[in-house]
């Protein structure tokens, strides 16, 4: 599977459009990493439990949204975007997207 920001993919040529193949994770904080943070709030620096956090959150909406390309029968999805946007106090989705294809 071919994933990519890009809407064309070099010495491919698209047979066919199939629609939108998205995956998407909503993802709550934990009491501990919050302790960890809030300690790390005070003196500055990354936070570097929240950021593993978000990394995998995003490596399984990609997943996702590979799998769900996968269904439709596509062998790539171009014109990939992330976005992420918080669904209650301390939990966040995030979403991945794009237009699954199908190449001669």
């Known amino acids: 599977m071919i994933i990519s920001t890009t809407d064309t993919i070099p010495n491919k040529e698209i047979d066919a459009i199939l629609g939108i193949a998205r995956g998407s994770t909503v993802r709550a904080r934990n009491i ?10 005070i003196v500055g620096g990354e936070i570097e439990e929240y950021t593993k956090l978000q990394a995998h959150s995003r490596e399984q909406a990609m997943q996702r949204m590979t799998q769900d390309a996968k269904k439709i029968g596509a062998n790539a999805v171009i014109n990939v975007r992330l976005t992420t946007s918080m669904v209650m106090q301390g939990a966040s989705e995030i979403l991945a997207y794009g237009t699954a294809v199908k190449f001669k």
């Open 32 to 41: 501990g990493r919050d302790v960890f943070a809030g300690l790390k709030n």
